[in-house]
């Protein structure tokens, strides 16, 4: 099956918005095995649209249109492809039943024009019910021919995808793709291939290819197969392969991140935290904290950003500031070891370093001490990162962290 | 000037990649005062290129490309091009000592395939040099029809166009769109867009468009005329009485966001700052902490998500938390109170509240406590805010800098 994804929306033209849709529906539409050829993006126009459409199913099987189902008369996506397919839109008591309720549960008032969403194909339709807007989508489809309309906002596009439109479509592909990810730390993404070149190329079914992603190196295993058991049969013994091979550099698998690992790991082991920050200056602990139920671990933080806090927060000692200075192994150590005393956790973490713009105690731009006080002992980092200032904090927030996960690792 | 916009790469048909390229040359060319009727992505395919850019010029003037310069065959961007226009490509010198700098730089090794890269057109071209990346961009024009291609790499993109192609196109263009911003805080989109809505009906040029962005609400007032400085003569005198009726509710122009304009307040006015977060947990002194010379103004921040932090760092007394519970009024006034004085600050901020997913203390998921202590009194203000956790704590951390700002802004 040739797809094609039709973004329709003169914002999107505009640029006021990105087409984050298109990213989505094309990853998922090559994990359902259909061939994506073409994405295009066209305005609430209506002869553009009608050009873009019939000119879509001249080379394509399926589209997959977002947006143009709202209630005004600009939007004319459902009108379009009913002109298409030679149909007639009638009302769908049902359907607009769900859209007064979606007004009354949100407490706004519903105009005459919203019952324009409720009009739906007299035959050869599907109505995708919405539970996260008004517009319900649409599935047409004849003649070997099938348009799927989905509404433009990602709340509601998404979950009506995942929910009705992918079961619908996996039913009509032989095979299905399935995908699993391995998420590596502190690796790059060429040296993560250099190291598992061998087996990557080696394999045929499953194949699996290295990316990068926010940062993260990243193998995505893709198993071709007639359905998932199958897929996963597949994956498995390849996914133990790189695992092994990349040893603790993997920290975890599928749709998880680092602060979730982390955060499971201290509840799991009962080991409780906690963080004092200088040029991170609170990252560690906000993204540890996104983690609900962190509060059991996660005892406290102290964004000692100057010298006077340091000393008085967390006991680093005069000295130690004036001779190696607030960004130096002495002082992150010491911070580290005085924010685990003050507070009473089990752990305590600490970083230091110079962010930028601008060099500091002549000291070069990316430098960061990262200390991880434990049972007794104390680690200090010395790393070097680029990029501009915020790159650098995120890089050492994500560095202590991961530093942190082989430290709880390691003592198992 | 009617043009499109075409991104090729497979990356993007499989949804590897954003394309934020699209959003960034549609912004720029909409301020250009250039119309925009589709956008297209079209993978690494020669016929399936060829047939889009052929298509494309059957209804536009001006092709803007991403992406396909690379050096190995599959890159055909440039070669669809010259076929198009009837061009032969030949070597650039140049070009092709540029490169070999760039590799030399960057400390790599030049492969044969990347001389690829220097052809340029023997006539009716132009040469972009690239100052960030290997491949140079190319314009293409002759007989009122124009192609501009540029490499992919957001980081090599947008610095090319904004320093080349952006002055060559609006030389050809008799008008000039130039927008300024007025962001809006804790007014929402449709709110705003009431109280000036007489001021905008009344405009024609420069127009005002309200629209949402990052959670926050934004003003856009685009004047079309002859150049800049006519253009923001026009723009100054309706900025004013928007201003005016939106009162402090405008917390910036252009472009900003409220941790700068807080950053600089605090600096300007030579006052210190404490934070003492808990259901924000350091997101407040991040954010801050992007503002390269905020430790100046940040003395520190504690991140006291237990009760037991919040009573030995902060002295919150163990009656208040006991009588009225970690998420209440009291517990924020003595947060901030205790922030400020164990630190020495001018000014203590604090939160309080429950983030999610599941309440706590009986207290409902989105009650947020934010409290500021400044000169002797301290205000709580209390907040509902709807949402999952993370969106709670950003509505939190972003709250609590703007009231901040008002605080600051109403002792002046």
Same mark, same amino acid.
């Given at each position: 099956?040739?797809?094609?994804?039709?973004?329709?929306?003169?914002?999107?033209?505009?640029?006021?918005?990105?087409?984050?849709?298109?990213?989505?529906?094309?990853?998922?539409?090559?994990?359902?095995?259909?061939?994506?050829?073409?994405?295009?993006?066209?305005?609430?126009?209506?002869?553009?649209?009608?050009?873009?459409?019939?000119?879509?199913?001249?080379?394509?099987?399926?589209?997959?249109?977002?947006? /143009?189902?709202?209630? $005004?008369?600009?939007?004319?996506?459902?009108?379009?492809?009913?002109?298409?397919?030679?149909?007639?839109?009638?009302?769908?008591?049902?359907?607009? /039943?769900?859209?007064?309720?979606?007004?009354?549960?949100?407490?706004?008032?519903?105009?005459?024009?919203?019952?324009?969403?409720?009009?739906?194909?007299?035959?050869?339709?599907?109505?995708?019910?919405?539970?996260?807007?008004?517009?319900?989508?649409?599935?047409?489809?004849?003649?070997?021919?099938?348009?799927?309309?989905?509404?433009?906002?990602?709340?509601? $596009?998404?979950?009506?995808?995942?929910?009705?439109?992918?079961?619908?479509?996996?039913?009509?592909?032989?095979?299905?793709?399935?995908?699993?990810?391995?998420?590596?730390?502190?690796?790059?993404?060429?040296?993560?291939?250099?190291?598992?070149?061998?087996?990557?190329?080696?394999?045929?079914?499953?194949? =699996?290819?290295?990316?990068?992603?926010?940062?993260?190196?990243?193998?995505? =295993? $893709?198993?071709?197969?007639?359905?998932?058991?199958?897929?996963?049969?597949?994956?498995?013994?390849?996914?133990?392969?790189?695992?092994?091979?990349?040893?603790?550099?993997?920290?975890?698998?599928?749709?998880?991140?680092?602060?979730?690992?982390?955060?499971?790991?201290? @509840?799991?082991?009962?080991?409780?935290?906690?963080?004092?920050?200088?040029?991170?200056?609170?990252?560690?602990?906000?993204?540890?904290?996104?983690?609900?139920?962190?509060?059991?671990?996660?005892?406290?933080?102290?964004?000692?950003?100057?010298?006077?806090?340091?000393?008085?927060?967390?006991?680093?000692?005069?000295?130690?500031?004036?001779?190696?200075?607030?960004?130096?192994?002495?002082?992150?150590?010491?911070?580290?070891?005085?924010?685990?005393?003050?507070?009473?956790?089990?752990?305590?973490?600490?970083? $230091?370093?110079?962010? /930028?713009?601008?060099?500091?105690?002549?000291?070069?731009? /990316?430098?960061?001490?990262?200390?991880?006080?434990?049972?007794?002992?104390?680690?200090?980092?010395?790393?070097?990162?680029?990029?501009?200032?915020?790159?650098?904090?995120?890089?050492?927030?994500?560095?202590?962290?991961?530093? @942190?996960?082989?430290?709880?690792?390691?003592?198992?």
């Amino acid at each position: 099956m040739k797809a094609e994804i039709l973004a329709v929306g003169t914002e999107l033209l505009l640029g006021d918005i990105l087409n984050t849709n298109a990213q989505f529906l094309a990853q998922e539409l090559a994990n359902l095995g259909i061939e994506v050829y073409y994405q295009t993006v066209v305005g609430d126009n209506p002869q553009r649209l009608k050009d873009t459409i019939f000119h879509a199913f001249s080379r394509a099987d399926l589209i997959i249109t977002t947006g /143009g189902l709202g209630p $005004t008369e600009d939007d004319l996506t459902k009108e379009t492809a009913a002109e298409y397919f030679g149909e007639r839109l009638i009302l769908d008591e049902r359907a607009l /039943g769900r859209i007064r309720k979606y007004f009354d549960r949100t407490g706004r008032v519903m105009t005459e024009n919203n019952v324009k969403q409720a009009m739906v194909p007299e035959k050869n339709g599907i109505v995708l019910y919405n539970d996260n807007g008004t517009a319900p989508g649409i599935i047409m489809e004849k003649n070997g021919k099938m348009i799927v309309m989905l509404p433009g906002p990602p709340r509601e $596009t998404i979950p009506m995808f995942q929910n009705q439109v992918k079961p619908y479509l996996a039913k009509k592909q032989e095979f299905t793709f399935v995908s699993r990810i391995l998420r590596v730390a502190e690796v790059g993404e060429s040296a993560m291939e250099e190291r598992v070149k061998d087996i990557i190329d080696a394999q045929t079914n499953p194949t =699996i290819a290295p990316y990068a992603k926010d940062g993260e190196a990243i193998l995505r =295993i $893709t198993a071709k197969a007639r359905d998932e058991e199958e897929a996963n049969r597949l994956i498995d013994p390849v996914a133990a392969v790189l695992k092994e091979r990349l040893g603790d550099a993997v920290y975890g698998e599928g749709e998880t991140d680092l602060e979730t690992v982390v955060a499971e790991q201290l @509840l799991q082991k009962q080991l409780t935290l906690a963080v004092a920050e200088s040029c991170t200056g609170g990252m560690i602990a906000s993204n540890l904290v996104e983690y609900p139920g962190i509060s059991a671990a996660l005892v406290e933080g102290c964004v000692t950003y100057s010298n006077e806090a340091k000393m008085h927060r967390l006991g680093v000692k005069a000295e130690t500031l004036e001779k190696y200075g607030a960004v130096s192994e002495e002082t992150a150590k010491e911070m580290a070891e005085g924010i685990a005393r003050t507070s009473g956790a089990d752990i305590g973490v600490a970083t $230091t370093g110079v962010a /930028g713009p601008e060099s500091s105690e002549g000291k070069p731009v /990316g430098l960061v001490y990262i200390a991880i006080a434990y049972k007794g002992k104390t680690e200090v980092y010395t790393c070097h990162f680029v990029g501009k200032r915020n790159k650098i904090r995120e890089r050492a927030a994500y560095t202590a962290l991961n530093r @942190l996960r082989k430290v709880i690792n390691d003592e198992a």
